[in-house]
Nanobody, 113 residues
Framework: QVQLVESGGGLVQPGGSLRPSCAAS????????MEWHRQAPGKQRELVAT???????NYADSVKGRFTISRDSAKKTVYLQMNSLKPEDTAVYYC???????WGQGTQVTVSS
């Protein structure tokens, strides 16, 4: 149905910022809510943030106030602005179209000195 490609991860020091992107390819004829998830080694994948069709956003308590999810519909891209990063934010970050099995391949975020 759609291909999602994450980019923009990397290595950052504690307190730093990153802004991963999730770009969709192919035609999308119905707008869907989007999600960011993350998975650390040996741990379960967890939902980090969601953005609804109408723009309402929700965040996991662990990232609330530090992360912001946004969307550029013209570019078919969703973003995750991550500020005040902590070592425990280290994970592979994945995007997903809500209610589907359309996942990206993930982008690595490492927070370390």
């Amino acid at each position: 149905q759609v291909q999602l490609v994450e980019s923009g991860g990397g290595l950052v020091q504690p307190g730093g910022s990153l802004r991963p992107s999730c770009a969709a390819s192919g035609s999308i004829f119905s707008i869907a809510a989007m999600e960011w998830h993350r998975q650390a080694p040996g741990k379960q994948r967890e939902l980090v943030a969601t953005i609804a069709i109408g723009g309402r956003t929700n965040y996991a308590d662990s990232v609330k106030g530090r992360f912001t999810i946004s969307r550029d519909s013209a570019k078919k891209t969703v973003y995750l602005q991550m500020n005040s990063l902590k070592p425990e934010d280290t994970a592979v970050y994945y995007c997903r179209r809500s209610g589907t099995n359309d996942w990206g391949q993930g982008t690595q975020v490492t927070v370390s000195s």
